[in-house]
Each structure stands twice: as structure tokens, then as C-alpha cells.
């Protein structure tokens, strides 16, 4: 692959207008939020910023993964559009140039299915094989469905065939992925309520009791005794969300 072209790197997350700012709030509030009931301490907020800075990368990973799965949906568009073109007599080549305005008129100039097509058209005014192109494009964006695309485009290219109806094939599987992906998020939709519920009910019993009975945890605090306590049902704390994370990943895995 040619250096001429510049490429997003699929581990950097594209923040859109505003995004990095809200991030931001959301990481320092979560930052005040242990401080306060574990610490209620300014300086706490010092060590405490590791936990903010965990927060900020869990939402880009959040969002990364959100638009890995968009660009997936995006993509299955796409090569359904390249078919099309090809049984109309195209190259696939300029299949793949001419959906470009199919692209931008279901999902607007800005999306990243269309950013791809210029790089493509881009590519290929260069001359860099359109497999090249593809394969690049699946290990930037990191999505299974466009590495597996990929991968049938090259042995096809290779060995010869309809291309027409192998993209079309391969479209309909990458859609058959994506409705299972969208039926397990439907499945364990009520589980992930649960667990948030479970994540944020320590600070709700906390709240409730402090402003009924005030002064009621005063010994936590500003003390040996009590900051040793108070770091210890920190770790259980955090101890029990990464547990959590780590089984809702597994359930994830085992249904996918």
C-alpha cells in the first residue's frame, strides 16, 4: 500500500463535533463522583483521575465499536449496490467508484462508508489493486464482515467466477451476521439494565442514607482507619464491575 494515501487508523477513534468534550465532563464526573463518597477529599481527586482516564477510554472503545458496527451495515449496502452495478455491465472496479453516490445518498458525504470509497477511488487513480484496497480497509476498521468480504474478493479475483453473485452472496452472509449481532444485543438488553442498576445502586444506598442521617458516615473519613476502610470498598467496588464486564463478555461470546 502506497504512503500517498491517508489513512484512518482503525485503533483512533474519528470524535465527531462535540463528542470529545461531553467524554470529557462525563470522565471528570465520574472522577468527582468516587472522590466524594469514598474520600470526600480534593486530593483525591489526583489518584482518582486513573479512574476518570479508565472511564474516557471505555467510552471511546464504546463509540469505536458502535462505528465499527455501523460501517459493518454500511459496507453489506455497499457491495449490494457493486452487485447491481456488475450485472449492468460495469467493471468491478467502477462498481465500486459509481456507488459512491448511492452511498452518500443513503448515509450522507461525512459517513464512513463513503470516506472508504474515496480512498478506493483514490487508490485506484494510483494504481493499487482494488483487493489491496480492500484488505487494507479490513485491517484498518478491524470488522470481521469486511475482512471476510476481503478475503472471498481476492480468491474470486484469483481463481475466477460470477462476481456478481459472489458479492452478493457474501452481502447476504454479512447480513445474516449483523441481524444475529442485533438479536443478542435484543437478548441481553435487560441483562445490561440489570447490571448498570447494580453498578449504580451502591451510590444510590449511599446518598439516600447520608441525606437522611447526616453526619452518618463522618468516621469514614479524614481518618487512617477510615481511608483504609473506604480504599477497600473501593477495590471490592471496582473489583466487582470489572467482574461484571468480564461476564457479560463471556455471555457475548458463548451467544455469537
Excluded at 476481503?150 to 481463481?159: E, P
Excluded at 464486564?245 to 455469537?256: F, R
Aim: hydrophobic content about 45%.
Amino acid at each position: 500500500m502506497k504512503g500517498s494515501l491517508k489513512r484512518q487508523d482503525c485503533c483512533k477513534y474519528g470524535w465527531k463535533k462535540g463528542e470529545r468534550a461531553r467524554a470529557v465532563l462525563v470522565s471528570l464526573g465520574v472522577t468527582g463522583v468516587f472522590s466524594y463518597f469514598f474520600y470526600r477529599s480534593f486530593l483525591a481527586l489526583i489518584p482518582l483521575s486513573l479512574i476518570g482516564a479508565a472511564a474516557f477510554w471505555m467510552i471511546r472503545q464504546q463509540k469505536l465499536e458502535k462505528a465499527k458496527q455501523e460501517l459493518a451495515g454500511q459496507f453489506r449496502e455497499c457491495i449490494l449496490a457493486v452487485a447491481t452495478s456488475l450485472q449492468a455491465g460495469y467493471s468491478v472496479e467502477n462498481a465500486f467508484l459509481e456507488c459512491g453516490q448511492d452511498m452518500a445518498l443513503m448515509y450522507g458525504e461525512q459517513a464512513a462508508i463513503c470516506q472508504e470509497l474515496k480512498l478506493i477511488r483514490r487508490g485506484l487513480h494510483i494504481n493499487i489493486s482494488l483487493e489491496g484496497l480492500l484488505t487494507d480497509m479490513a485491517k484498518r476498521s478491524d470488522c470481521e464482515e469486511i475482512a471476510q468480504f476481503a478475503q472471498i474478493f481476492a480468491l474470486a479475483k484469483r481463481n475466477g467466477g460470477n462476481m456478481a453473485e459472489i458479492i452478493r452472496n457474501s452481502a447476504g452472509q454479512i447480513g445474516r451476521q449483523i441481524e444475529l449481532r442485533q438479536e443478542i444485543q435484543m437478548l441481553l438488553g435487560g441483562k445490561k439494565m440489570e447490571l448498570t442498576i447494580m453498578k449504580i445502586m451502591p451510590f444510590g444506598i449511599l446518598l439516600y442514607i447520608d441525606m437522611g442521617n447526616p453526619g452518618y458516615f463522618d468516621s469514614l473519613y479524614h481518618n487512617v482507619v477510615g481511608v483504609a476502610v473506604m480504599t477497600g470498598c473501593l477495590g471490592l467496588y471496582l473489583g466487582a464491575y470489572l467482574l461484571g464486564e468480564h461476564i457479560m463478555k463471556g455471555i457475548m461470546a458463548d451467544m455469537g
